[in-house]
């Protein structure tokens, strides 16, 4: 009964993928060397995994010999470039498992967030496909996974296939993205905020070290925003209410670091925004909580 439902669902995964034109998806960026394959509890009985330059597959364990190990995965990771905006893919899914994809699902993991790829009520012998678009203008540098899991890993396998896998550039115009956060430091009067480091595209293409050429700092105290320094000097705010104390908050910036001076109580928590701009492209970070 088991070579019947596989050779079923053999049959439906290849109609779905039928579907799709043969072409070469991963490459350049995207090569086959570039991505990585990794298993947790790994066991002889699977998962299983192929890659060429036209399909991604991983097929998830099905114990057959002694006690099941559950919660085995496969999956397959790449690094999105910085240049990349926006990353496409096809993808074709069968379960032969008796409880269906719940105890099968298919999932990916952009900037750390989980998905899953497939709805967890596709029934014993079921398929589904669709294409995905995944925004990865503010992921650049991250990691994408596709992964193929099991709950229990026995009575039945699933597979995830993925085709037409493909990333857009940005648009052909300089992109200044923060690599690392900006950071605050206190002292009993004051607050210095130093900005983290930066990477600039240029022409949304070539990655840089970026050297921001004005930065606006906006110290923030009990979640209100009591004063902005520009390092060109174009962008000041005066004395402001910090909780319910009138207090001062004067200072001077570069393009080092903004210092403040604060005079009056009340403050619980701090934080520094940074807005750095360089050749007309913009990006804003934030510090670590005071």
């Not at 579907?19 to 990585?36: I, L, S």
């Not at 699977?46 to 099941?68: D, F, K, R, Y």
């Not at 970026?210 to 930065?215: D, V």
């Not at 390092?231 to 910090?242: C, N, P």
Request: hydrophobic share 35%; aromatic share 8%.
């Amino acid at each position: 009964m088991k070579i019947q439902h596989k050779a079923i669902a053999l049959l439906l995964s290849l109609v779905v993928l039928g579907q799709t034109p043969a072409h070469a998806d991963f490459t350049g960026d995207f090569a086959v060397p570039n991505w990585t394959y990794s298993e947790t509890n790994a066991t002889a009985d699977g998962p299983t995994n192929s890659l060429t330059s036209t399909l991604l597959s991983i097929t998830s364990a099905n114990w057959t010999n002694g006690s099941p190990v559950s919660g085995t995965t496969g999956s397959y990771s790449v690094k999105i470039p910085w240049n990349i905006g926006l990353v496409t893919f096809d993808y074709a899914y069968t379960t032969l498992d008796v409880d269906g994809s719940s105890f099968d699902l298919a999932t990916y993991t952009l900037g750390g967030v989980e998905t899953n790829l497939v709805a967890s009520n596709i029934p014993m012998n079921g398929s589904t496909s669709g294409t995905k678009s995944l925004n990865t203008t503010v992921l650049g540098g991250t990691n994408l996974s596709i992964t193929q899991k099991c709950s229990d890993c026995i009575l039945g396998t699933a597979t995830i296939q993925i085709t037409g896998f493909r990333g857009t550039p940005f648009h052909d115009s300089n992109v200044l993205l923060a690599k690392s956060p900006a950071t605050l430091s206190a002292g009993a009067s004051t607050y210095t905020c130093k900005p983290g480091t930066y990477t600039f595209l240029n022409r949304g293409v070539t990655s840089e070290a970026g050297a921001p050429t004005s930065l606006i700092y906006s110290l923030v105290l009990d979640g209100i925003r009591v004063s902005a320094l520009s390092s060109d000097k174009w962008a000041t705010m005066g004395t402001t209410m910090v909780g319910a104390t009138n207090s001062s908050a004067t200072g001077t910036a570069s393009l080092e670091s903004a210092i403040w001076t604060v005079t009056g109580a009340g403050a619980k928590s701090a934080q520094c925004e940074i807005l750095a701009y360089q050749d007309h492209a913009t990006t804003s970070a934030l510090s670590n909580n005071l």
